[in-house]
């Protein structure tokens, strides 16, 4: 305990309290959006993709913050737009389209690391280390955090029309191509944010849970967005106290307690 | 609850409103890599305050012809006009309105935000709903009996009573084109009834309704002009009476 106490007197715990509360907010608000569009099968698969895009920017522009990072959001954009195309141009459906195209992704993106020598940060990549985000990463962080949230918010109505029938939203004049455009680049961007906290393979949970615990609590779309976010949050801060003095890894940590809070929600929640 | 029965006006139902046309001029449309058009050459016009069945074997084209005049889908030659000017300019006068089978009833939506979605034309993303607004939206689902309805899920809700709902929301728009795809499918005969007159009724207010269907034999009760479609092409379009004769009806469905 008084080891805990000792580090939390420390600038860096501040720094991991807070993108605790930032990136878990920010993600739950968004997998509100992922729940309702049911698309959450498709982001693990996009999830999964951003491996290879990290190993082929470090490949090509050194090991750095902005090399991986940029690595990960083209390969979220390709890996999406790919798999599309491919189910489009083919008579595969497009879920095992993109099973396929994401899983032979991860392995390239594995062998590269492994090859690179990098063996040791593979496991950063693919559970999070949060405890090591510089403080650019908490900027990049908040940045897309902000713009998340502004555009979710401004845009809510619209959102919802398309979300519930895109058809008619075309009807009445909606631009739904763009949106359905715009949402897939948010959401690729909020996986990017969580790739430092909680990893390639368990980002999926932060982007996923919130969402689905609100809407066993909740009938209103609103509400699932901002509650989306607040256990997000709460999750993630809670799991940082935990976490230390138990010795767990924070990462994994947050994922475990939103699978419990999802139980909790499953046995008191609305039924069919 | 309010009844605001009188204060209001449709825009369609005012006295003072003129009779609209809709011109479907030699239109064409087809689906991308489609060898043939799916539809080839439609040329009709109709008045509002009709209600137009669209009959035709599977694949005629039912379902393009009311997507191009939703604006689902863009057309390859021709035109729509709706009172002169071309129909996709005037995007808040059509409502479509969705099969229950392409609605995700599981999104968390109640009966009066469904409707209130019908407001948004006249709203856009950032204008808050005024008085005029709710008034409009209370006064659809007061027409269409759904206003005791109001709070509950849409997963809660029977075939007929999701259309209806959806019905007011083309209200709440104050829609002048009512489009819909395979209305009477899965009602039982008392509630097609009531549908068939609910539609007459919205269409004697002055809308119109256009509509696909395929029983040859009831169409004559529920609508009253028909557009007859084989293979995309105009096997017929008129009046029942004059449209739906054996002659027409072999050439059709043969």
């Not at chain 1, 029309?161 to 690729?188: E, H, K, Q």
Request: a neutral charge; aromatic letters at 8%.
């Amino acid at each position: 305990m008084k080891d805990f106490l000792q580090y939390l007197a420390e600038p860096i715990a501040l720094r991991t309290l807070w993108a605790c509360a930032v990136i878990g907010f920010v993600d739950g608000y968004v997998s509100a959006l992922v729940v309702l569009r049911r698309s959450s099968l498709q982001i693990g698969a996009v999830s999964c993709a951003l491996l290879p895009g990290i190993a082929v920017g470090i490949l090509l522009f050194g090991l750095g913050q902005w090399s991986a990072l940029a690595g990960a959001v083209v390969a979220g954009l390709l890996v999406g737009l790919s798999s599309l195309f491919v189910a489009r141009s083919t008579v595969l459906h497009h879920d095992a389209a993109l099973s396929i195209i994401h899983s032979a992704a991860f392995a390239l993106g594995y062998v590269i690391l492994v090859r690179l020598g990098l063996q040791q940060r593979v496991d950063d990549w693919l559970f999070g280390n949060i405890m090591s985000m510089s403080f650019a990463d908490l900027c990049i962080a908040y940045g897309i955090g902000a713009t998340a949230l502004l555009g979710l918010t401004l845009f809510q109505r619209p959102l919802l029309l398309w979300l519930f029938d895109a058809r008619t939203a075309t009807s009445l004049g909606l631009p739904t191509r763009g949106i359905s455009y715009a949402v897939y680049a948010l959401i690729v961007m909020a996986l990017v944010s969580s790739l430092q906290a909680v990893g390639a393979l368990l980002t999926l949970g932060l982007l996923v849970a919130p969402g689905g615990i609100m809407r066993l609590l909740s009938n209103r779309a609103s509400t699932m967005f901002w509650g989306g976010g607040c256990i997000g949050a709460g999750c993630s801060v809670l799991a940082f106290f935990i976490s230390y003095p138990l010795n767990l890894h924070l990462g994994a940590t947050i994922i475990l307690l939103l699978g419990v809070v999802f139980c909790v929600a499953w046995f008191f929640g609305k039924r069919k | 609850m309010v009844s605001p029965e009188d204060h209001i006006c449709w825009g369609a139902a005012n006295p003072n409103h003129h009779p609209h046309e809709l011109q479907v001029r030699e239109l064409s449309a087809a689906y991308p890599r489609a060898a043939q058009p799916t539809l080839d050459r439609l040329h009709f016009s109709i008045h509002c305050g009709h209600t137009l069945a669209v009959m035709g074997p599977n694949g005629a084209g039912k379902s393009t012809l009311l997507n191009v005049l939703a604006g689902l889908m863009g057309t390859m030659n021709g035109e729509v006009l709706w009172d002169g000017r071309a129909l996709h300019h005037t995007r808040r006068e059509v409502a479509w309105l969705p099969q229950r089978s392409q609605v995700d009833l599981s999104f968390p939506i109640t009966v009066r935000e469904l409707v209130e979605m019908g407001r948004y034309p006249a709203l856009g993303p950032w204008r808050a709903a005024g008085e005029h607004d709710a008034l409009m939206v209370d006064k659809a689902m007061h027409t269409l009996h759904i206003a005791d309805l109001q709070r509950r899920q849409i997963r809660e809700l029977s075939g007929g009573q999701l259309q209806r709902v959806f019905l007011a929301r083309a209200l709440a728009q104050e829609a002048h084109i009512l489009l819909l795809d395979e209305p009477f499918t899965g009602l039982d005969a008392p509630g097609a009834g009531a549908l068939g007159e609910l539609l007459g009724e919205l269409a004697h207010e002055g809308r119109l309704v256009i509509a696909s269907y395929h029983d040859v034999d009831h169409a004559a009760s529920y609508f009253d002009y028909a557009l007859l479609l084989r293979k995309g092409k105009q096997m017929g379009f008129g009046p029942c009476a004059q449209t739906l004769t054996r002659e027409n009806l072999q050439c059709t469905y043969s």
